[in-house]
């Protein structure tokens, strides 16, 4: 019933990560904050999916202007 292999932690933790991990990893990190998912809907400026998370459909401008008169 006992299984000594069983209790040993995956190795991942303590292995560095290769080079191509770090750019792939790189690469996600870019394309989500990167990516044009819409436009504004006042002035029609491409939006990223981060800035669609921030200000949903205005973009920065034009959130500020709506909502704090800036
Ligand atoms: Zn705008």
Known sequence: MYKPN??????????KPTSNQIASFAEVVRHVHHEI?????????P??????????SFCETCYMKEYYGL
Do not use: L, Q, W
């Not at 939006?47 to 949903?56: C, E, H, I």
């Open 6 to 15: 069983s209790k040993k932690r995956p190795t991942m933790e303590s292995k």
């Open 37 to 45: 998912v819409t436009t504004c809907e006042y002035c029609g400026r």
């Open 47 to 56: 939006m990223t999916r981060s800035d669609v998370n921030d200000y949903g």
